[in-house]
């Protein structure tokens, strides 16, 4: 039976210090402290192996992983190293713990994918880390961030179904803050921001990150000042150091302060059209009521005149009814020739007279200048 190997004095310490450490933030420190040397020290993704071996040794809990995983990526891809290729895949069969260092490489690709934007090589690359893993949450929810990335309408049920996985973690709750930020078709995306940045800060979970996310969110909501106070809190958070990502936090508050002074723009142009329009229309009515008031005036006098045509006409009917009564008694009583004669030739008179008058009485008076068209005038021209 071959011997166990040996494992020195330092490594055991640090063995045993992970082990008895009782917070993950602790843990990740511990770690993180002695794999960064490997990584400053050179191109070589060594220490992806050697991280593997401390994990499995220490039994590092899965969400301690990844929450290292998040920060070593970052730090590797800060030193310039590339990303994990398919030879160093083949290297992890050759491991002491080959599943845990598999593991541990997905992690990696997929985190240095994810901190370069590469959607199109995340998405294939979570595909097949998810056939090796089934059912990783840390997996899944960064292949729903490289379809929100892309803009696919395969992003939302993708984080639907990463969200409801057993194992989903606080360093996946993170990834989903980032998966959410990238998710700009999503017509709830500000308000599940907000939902998940509280449900982290109730937890105890929040970071500079998280507040910077959530300053964005609040931007889109509007709420611009609560949004200045979360980019600043989380400009106050951020480690010495980090200048590149000092510059994104400080171009979201220019973006804020920018919105801010185009609102009181918007609003203060608002409030003088507002103003404009209200005085136009105030005159507009000031007219109407004039002209109305005037078509008033004309329609009143219009029909004041038609009751005295009316009355005129009437009184000149019953006049002719009362001459022509008058006359047919006097020609029938009349005695000889001329006054019979003279009868007759006062009756034709008196209808001429009748006809006259007449006419005089139903003719329309010629309007003043500017008071509109004759009547008879506009109802020749309705007829034609």
């Known amino acids: 039976m071959p011997a166990t190997p040996e494992i020195p004095p330092q490594t055991a310490h640090l063995d045993e210090a992970i082990r008895n450490e009782p917070s993950f933030a602790g843990r990740v420190a511990l770690i993180e402290t002695a794999i960064s040397p490997l990584i400053q020290a050179g191109g070589s993704l060594d220490w992806i192996f050697e991280l593997a071996e401390i994990v499995a040794r220490a039994e590092v809990p899965l969400e301690v992983v990844r929450r290292l995983v998040a920060n070593l990526a970052w730090q590797a891809r800060d030193t310039g190293q590339r990303v994990p290729t398919s030879d160093d895949r083949r290297r992890c069969s050759a491991h002491p713990h080959p599943t845990t260092a598999l593991r541990v490489l997905t992690y990696v690709h997929v985190a240095r994918l994810r901190y370069d934007f590469k959607f199109e090589q995340l998405g294939v690359r979570c595909a097949e880390g998810l056939q090796d893993f089934r059912d990783d949450a840390y997996i899944a929810i960064l292949a729903a961030l490289a379809a929100l990335g892309r803009r696919s309408d395969r992003g939302r049920p993708l984080l639907d179904r990463a969200v409801d996985l057993p194992d989903f973690d606080s360093a996946c709750r993170t990834a989903c803050l980032h998966a959410l ?15 998940l940045s509280d ?16 300053s964005f969110a609040l931007r889109r909501l509007g709420r611009l000042d609560e949004a200045l106070q979360s980019v600043d809190r989380a400009i106050a958070l951020l480690p010495v150091g980090m200048n590149l990502v000092h510059q994104d936090y400080v171009r979201e508050r220019e973006m804020i302060k920018t919105t801010q002074l185009l609102d009181e723009q918007v609003q203060r142009a608002s409030d003088e059209i507002s103003a404009r329009l209200r005085a136009e229309s105030e005159s507009y009515l000031d007219d109407v009521k004039k002209d109305l008031s005037r078509y008033s005036e004309s329609a009143q006098k219009i029909v004041s005149e038609s009751l005295v045509n009316v009355v005129e006409v009437l009184g000149v009917f019953v006049a002719l009814a009362g001459f022509l009564l008058g006359s047919g008694v006097m020609v029938f009583k009349s005695g000889g020739f001329w006054q019979h004669l003279g009868s007759i030739a006062l009756l034709l008179a008196g209808t001429l007279l009748f006809f006259v008058v007449l006419r005089s009485v139903v003719k329309v008076r010629a309007r003043p200048v500017g008071a509109g068209p004759r009547r008879t005038g506009l109802l020749r021209r309705r007829r034609t």
């Open 199 to 214: 449900e982290m800060i109730g937890r105890g979970e929040d970071g500079y990150n998280l507040y910077y996310w959530r």
């Open 181 to 195: 930020w990238f998710g700009l078709d999503l017509p709830d995306q500000a308000e599940r921001i907000m939902a």
